[in-house]
């Protein structure tokens, strides 16, 4: 898979100098290898990579890719594709962070003002995207850009480091193997030992919320909404949905057949997405398979489902 597929939901350290204030201060999110100086008031996040402060609607998140994807992600945030995101009024800067060159982008949102750091390491590409919260304050944004400006980072962690600061645990991966996290709340699997073009083979994300979830009787409606959004894939033909059960846990399972975009030729894809509420919001899971291996790899997700353990 291209690294622009990457994308649902979507898409991802050198050690700086250790006498520098910003790096003997900064505060690194489990799993995380780009850390900073959190605002007064912001404390680091339980639901996602980075830091929060609820009342005020504030919060900081980091997404980390490989350090290759650096010219990818920084020209990709054009005018246009900001505003595909709801940012409007970008005003690009070219920076330094940590002695290296970066991109900082401030916008406004209908929620506020945004700013997004593109910042790397030699092994790491980080994106850091801060929001003071609607009604904040000129100064809770110079806060905000002084944060992001001395940033550091820090020797990548382990992929066992980024899987145990998950919100949740996947003791059973039935042939499947974590291949990165994204965001600290998501990780994608793929079978173990898999070779070749990625879009041939079988893909599982599993993810939890970072927004509210939906009550659950409109979580039909959510579920059918996220499943026809999916990065990457044409219109999903939906052959099965309803509750079902994994394990302990009801889940909303959506069953049906589609396509990626630009495969050629483009063939035929088992999609299968499930939604499990839970007492912190929600957790999401899809697998993407050719439809010839449907059935052994629809099991395999079941089995993973059914004994995933979200953590208190």
Request: glycine content about 10%.
């Amino acid at each position: 898979m291209r690294f622009a597929m990457i994308a649902f939901p979507l898409l991802l350290a050198l050690l700086l100098a250790a006498g520098s204030p910003a790096a003997a201060e900064a505060v690194f999110p489990p799993g995380a290898s780009i850390g900073l100086v959190p605002p007064p008031g912001m404390r680091p996040a339980t639901r996602f990579a980075g830091f929060e402060d609820p009342e005020r609607a504030a919060s900081i998140t980091v997404n980390e890719f490989p350090a290759a994807a650096f010219d990818t992600v920084a020209g990709g945030l054009t005018p246009e594709a900001l505003g595909q995101r709801g940012l409007r009024d970008a005003r690009r800067e070219d920076v330094r962070v940590g002695g290296r060159d970066a991109v900082l982008i401030t916008a406004a949102s209908d929620a506020g003002p945004v700013l997004i750091l593109v910042a790397g390491s030699q092994d790491a590409t980080a994106i850091v995207t801060a929001r003071p919260g609607a009604g904040a304050a000129q100064g809770a944004v110079e806060a905000l850009r002084a944060a992001l400006l001395g940033a550091a980072f820090r020797a990548p962690a382990s992929l066992a480091e980024q899987l145990a600061a998950l919100p949740f645990r996947l003791p059973v991966l039935a042939g499947f193997a974590p291949e990165r996290t994204l965001g600290g709340n998501a990780v994608l699997l793929r079978p173990a030992g898999a070779l070749g073009d990625p879009r041939s083979q079988p893909l599982l994300s599993i993810a939890a919320s970072v927004g509210a979830a939906p009550e659950p009787g409109a979580l039909e409606a959510f579920a059918r909404r996220a499943a026809a959004s999916i990065p990457g894939l044409g219109p999903l033909r939906i052959r099965r949905a309803g509750l079902v059960r994994f394990g302990d846990a009801a889940w909303f399972d959506i069953e049906g057949d589609a396509a990626w975009t630009d495969a050629v030729p483009p063939g035929p894809l088992l999609v299968r997405q499930a939604i499990r509420l839970t007492p912190a919001g929600y957790v999401r899971a899809v697998l993407i398979a050719p439809a010839a291996e449907a059935g052994p790899h629809g099991e395999n997700f079941a089995r993973v489902l059914a004994a995933l353990e979200p953590r208190p």
